[in-house]
């Protein structure tokens, strides 16, 4: 079974045959007749388009506009963004007293290990 395969291996099989002819290839040549007809016919079509855009669409009447209250109350944003940016200042804060808690602590446990060695010496 194995003598059956053909030479080439794999990749032997994505080769482009030698003489593909169009029909295989479902290219289809295109005379300068169709061509021509084709840019009649896209030509055609641009000027009944511009035809159509220069008539006017008819006016719309007006509509009573009737505001209502609405069931929940309106937000403040300039107010809601002050109290964004102090909760961001107050985070900041919070995160630099942490720093200083662990940069304390861990001075204070270098100073024990230094006292630690030298009264060893």
Known sequence: M???EKKGGFFSRFKKSESPSQEESGIKAVTPSQSQAQNRSVAATSGSR????????PKAEPVAQSVEEPAEPLIDTVEAF???????????????????????MLS????????GSTTKE
Request: glycine share 4%; charged share 15%; aromatic share 2%.
């Open 82 to 104: 002050n109290v964004y940016c102090s909760s961001l200042v107050d985070i900041g804060t919070s995160q630099l007293k942490v720093v200083e808690m662990l940069l304390g």
């Open 108 to 115: 204070n446990s270098l100073n024990k290990i230094i006292d």
């Open 50 to 57: 511009s035809a159509m855009l220069s008539v006017a669409p």
């Open 2 to 4: 194995a003598k059956d």
